[in-house]
């Protein structure tokens, strides 16, 4: 193939098109302002400090200034041109030289670097402007000089030597245009991203910004002034780490041959239920926040779910996993431009699942044993069933006779006068709750039992007591308890039953009664078996409704 020919197969992209397109690469404004951070780091920065200013005309800035090495002209020359050079240190949290690029474009269409390496030296300075690549139609950087501005923000963000990053034309900086530009509305967007923005580089950057974390050099970040306090997922403070010793390390083999080592543990928060208002707020416990949080080189590029290993369940919410590796493993996790994207070979998924799958059932298990703690600690109200019981005209035994010590009702029922029974006998009952109510003392694995009770110590009304230690209980009454008609139902069918067990029942026929309702319990026992037990947020819708119905 001749020269020329050769010169012919050179198709350089359209400059406008690809610009442009490059803004879409998948960046949020959390995302892209922490791939500048990045940046910051792996120039050797001790501080990065980060402004978000709204004019009065509604212009957006977004400014992160950091006290690193620094550039000299040249090197800034390069770090601007997409598809930077490789930087020297390999563990650097940069990796394809487009993070700069790609993030800075995805929120404005103009975004400038200015830079010195030292006090003495002359401030450097060039932008993109995609309005001006696009009018011109090529790929050319703008050299704009240095304005009062750009001195100020540098000596407050960067201080002597360092890099400054301005975004500005910052059009997809918030999801809409507001008819008052610079107004309320638009200040209290700008507001919202802010503080999303500190809780996301809380997390991303948690092993750097904290200081008692030896695992990373430490850095401060600021934004609009104030410090970003690290956010550390695992809550160690409160929480257990799991995993024996032989289990935290994952050896891996990547294209080369070569094997290289990947950090594991898996960590076991407490129930919310144990914390105070102030450690829940720490500990953040969600259904979407267990799972996987994993680190490259120490920075978090992907936290929360199970990156399709498990469903996300709310009884395994209690554990998070760490998941750390170096950039060695990059290429067999398939880091995406943004770093915020991770890929387990099949093989890997299932030695992970084998480690991790009894933990995650240890943390289910704590999880239910709370949940099922708190229910049983949950009152349900029946106010409204122990009415209605109390003003029909239903047909039962009537009780002639109690003895408490030895719990027997004498009764006159449909076969005749004078039956004694051996159920439950209750005095001083509240009248609330004389015909239906919920217990925790039964210890037969019974659904139900009959009893007779009283608001003092005559006068005996037919009863059910409901066991609140039943799955049923546990996983159907508690998801219907802010549903008054569902919970009167079911008041009414157990009752139901109680009193014709007590109006058809004599010594005889009480253990096919009893053999009866132990069938019916261990068949619901069975049949729930598979259904999660009722969740907090259950618990707590049920709570209004109950306070509503008490009224």
Not at 212 to 228: P, Y
Request: hydrophobic share 35%; glycine share 6%.
């Amino acid at each position: 193939m001749s020269h020329a020919e050769a010169q012919d197969l050179t198709n350089l992209p359209d400059p406008s098109r690809l610009i442009y397109g490059l803004r879409d690469t998948g960046y949020d404004f959390n995302t892209a302002a922490a791939d500048i951070v990045d940046n910051s780091i792996a120039a050797g920065a001790t501080e990065v400090n980060i402004r978000v200013t709204l004019e009065k005309d509604g212009r957006k800035f977004v400014y992160f200034g950091d006290n690193g090495s620094g550039m000299s002209s040249s090197e800034l020359f390069h770090a601007m041109r997409y598809g930077a050079p490789k930087r020297q240190n390999l563990k650097s949290l940069g990796k394809f030289g487009l993070g700069l690029k790609t993030a800075s474009s995805s929120i404005g269409k103009k975004f400038t670097i200015i830079t010195r390496k030292d006090a003495s030296a002359p401030l450097e300075k060039l932008a993109w402007d995609l309005e001006h690549v696009e009018l011109e139609n090529k790929w050319e950087m703008l050299k704009e000089p240095i304005t009062p501005t750009d001195d100020f923000y540098f000596s407050e963000l960067c201080g002597d030597k360092g890099t400054l990053v301005i975004w500005s034309k910052c059009d997809r900086l918030l999801d809409k245009d507001y008819e008052e530009a610079g107004g309320t509305k638009e200040k209290n967007a700008i507001r919202t991203r802010v503080n999303k923005l500190r809780d996301h580089l809380a997390l991303v950057f948690h092993r750097f910004i904290d200081p008692t974390d030896k695992r990373e050099r430490n850095v401060s970040i600021t934004l609009d002034g104030t410090a970003v306090q690290a956010w550390n997922p695992f809550y160690p403070e409160k929480s257990e780490q799991v995993l024996p010793p032989h289990a935290r390390a994952l050896k891996i083999q990547v294209e080369d041959g070569s094997v290289h080592e990947a950090k594991l543990a898996a960590w076991i928060l407490p129930h919310r239920k144990t914390l105070t208002d102030e450690e829940n707020k720490i500990a953040k416990i969600s259904n979407r926040a267990q799972g996987f949080y994993v680190y490259r080189e120490g920075r978090v590029i992907h936290w929360g779910g199970w990156l399709g290993l498990f469903d996300l369940e709310p009884h395994f919410s209690l554990i998070r996993v760490e998941f750390d590796f170096d950039h060695l493993l990059d290429e067999a996790f398939k880091i995406d431009v943004k770093k915020s994207k991770v890929l387990f070979d099949p093989a890997l998924e299932e030695v992970l699942d084998k480690i991790l799958t009894p933990f995650r059932n240890e943390a289910n298990n704590r999880y239910r044993r709370k949940e099922r703690t708190i229910a049983a600690e949950t009152v349900i109200n029946h106010q409204s069933a122990n009415k209605t019981i109390a003003a029909s005209n239903t047909q039962t035994a009537s009780v002639s006779a109690v003895d408490i010590a030895t719990q027997t009702a004498t009764v006159n029922n449909r076969l005749g006068q004078g039956i004694k029974l051996h159920i439950p006998v209750e005095n001083n009952v509240n009248v609330k709750s004389i015909y239906v109510e919920t217990v925790d003392d039964m210890t037969s694995g019974l659904l139900w039992e009959p009893a007779v009770r009283s608001p003092n110590q005559s006068g005996h009304h037919v009863s059910v007591r409901i066991n609140k230690h039943h799955d049923f209980f546990q996983k159907v009454y508690l998801r219907a308890g802010s549903q008054g008609y569902t919970v009167d139902g079911i008041d009414y069918l157990l009752w139901a039953f109680a009193a014709a067990e007590i109006n058809n029942s004599n010594p005889e026929l009480a253990a096919v009664f009893e053999d009866l309702r132990d069938e019916i319990s261990s068949n619901l026992r069975k049949l729930l078996r598979d259904t999660p037990a009722a969740s907090e947020d259950d618990i707590e819708e049920l709570l209004p409704a109950q306070a509503g119905a008490e009224q």
